[in-house]
């Protein structure tokens, strides 16, 4: 999908290990965009390349060889038999991956497009970065500035917020914005726990959505772009399902499940400056690891089990699991407008 032909005064960019989501809004209304955040290789030809350019598919070309970008990668993938590669992994550019920052640039350039504005006053572009994993010091000072970078040399106005926090400005509003926003996406599971908008305490948790396709991948046999696939448009906890595949999902989803609830007691436990909130706070999940049909119930199952040491007073879904993060980045960028 090309960038709008409209410039926004302010965009939010959820920059996801899986995908990559631009909101803006217009009016009363929110409008989205989502583009795979992966690519594939085919055999170079003039004609392919024509073909692609009048179906307005984001590729580029290098030697020999045409990489599609975005969510075509995906078709192509299973066209070839091959898995598409990413430009990320657990939340942040991959280092291992020769093309992961030229194509990350053009993934981000194909969802917002180059800015318009003439003016001084740049359109603004708030991008969300990960937190560090739960009792680790990982630096993610490269990864950051590298999408700073990107966006500027793209004519925007940068700024970036921590990925759970984006959850709690993008669905506690009517909490003032306190609350545990938690996204679970591809490469990590993200958490941040807010007093009034404040971010008090922010961790990432590695399992995610990669370790269950990737786990479940090793044991069937699948591709690990089947199993994602397979997770998000028919897996579900509700019931008993027949299928390998499925049984496997569900026990991959049990342990990340475990792993996340294990990280938020640890956390909350151990960290000494959390306010007296004086009253329970709401939690809600989002990110696409989050789809399948069933897995709120059985978050709160897991917690219970763990006995979080925080009241709540809701456990729910995002309003819409994919766009919460970017429509959180999009209030803040608003705001600091």
């Known amino acids: 999908m090309k960038a709008p032909n409209t410039q926004p005064a302010a965009i939010g960019l959820d920059v996801g290990t899986s995908r990559i989501v631009r909101a803006q809004r217009s009016g009363d209304e929110y409008q989205y965009d989502t583009q795979l955040n992966a690519f594939v290789t085919i055999p170079f030809s003039k004609l392919t390349v024509n073909v692609l350019k009048k179906e307005g598919i984001p590729h580029t070309v290098l030697g020999s060889e045409i990489l599609v970008t975005g969510n075509e990668s995906e078709k192509f993938a299973e066209l070839m038999n091959t898995e598409t590669r990413r430009p990320m992994t657990h939340g942040v550019l991959d280092a291992k991956e020769p093309e992961s920052l030229p194509q990350i640039r053009h993934i981000i350039n194909s969802v917002i497009g180059e800015s318009k504005s003439e003016s001084k006053d740049k359109p603004k572009v708030c991008f969300t970065i990960p937190a560090a994993p739960l009792g680790a010091e990982e630096n993610l000072t490269y990864h950051e500035a590298t999408l700073r970078q990107i966006l500027s040399e793209l004519g925007y106005d940068v700024m970036s917020i921590n990925e759970g926090l984006a959850v709690v400005y993008g669905e506690l509003e009517s909490s003032n914005y306190t609350g545990i926003g938690i996204s679970c996406g591809g490469g990590l599971c993200n958490v941040c726990l807010a007093y009034l908008s404040v971010p008090v305490l922010s961790f990432s948790v590695s399992k995610a959505g990669d370790y269950i396709d990737s786990s479940a991948a090793a044991v069937t046999g699948e591709r690990a772009n089947r199993i994602r696939l397979n997770k998000e448009d028919s897996f579900h906890f509700n019931g008993f399902s027949p299928d390998k595949i499925s049984q496997v999902l569900r026990v991959y989803y049990d342990e990340m499940i475990q792993s996340l609830v294990s990280g938020l007691k640890e956390a909350f436990l ?52 994919l766009h919460s993060t970017a429509k959180g980045a999009l209030v803040a960028a608003l705001t600091d407008m």
């Open 270 to 321: 151990n960290t000494r400056n959390i306010p007296k909130l004086g009253r329970p706070i709401p939690l809600v999940l989002s990110g696409g690891t989050t789809l399948p049909a069933g897995f709120r119930d059985r978050f709160e199952k897991i917690l219970w089990e763990h006995e979080f040491p925080i009241a709540l007073s809701e456990i729910r879904m995002a309003e819409n699991p």
